[in-house]
């Protein structure tokens, strides 16, 4: 039997870019309960999230543009859950 990786459906909005970019380099992890996103607050992932923006945007989409809506989902999202019960 042929064993393939299973592909994921393309990304279809600047924002899901920068979402995937963001999980791809560390610096932002989906709560396992509820299923929001929480900054982990990592200097060194943020740098290679920005990295990976400038140098390889979307089609289309500037390396200023690619990185300004990194920034934009990184000022928009916490390091908690909004849902989860405080420590």
Do not use: N, Y
């Amino acid at each position: 039997m042929l064993m393939t990786k299973q592909r994921r459906p393309p990304i279809r909005t600047l924002r899901g870019w920068a979402v995937h970019v963001l999980q791809e380099a560390g610096a932002i992890r989906e709560c396992e309960e509820h299923g929001w996103m929480q900054d982990r607050a990592d200097p060194h992932a943020r740098e290679r999230a920005f990295d990976i923006a400038r140098g390889a945007p979307p089609a289309g989409v500037s390396p200023d543009a690619a990185v300004a809506e990194v920034r934009d989902l990184l000022d928009s999202i916490s390091d908690t859950c909004p849902e989860c019960p405080p420590d």
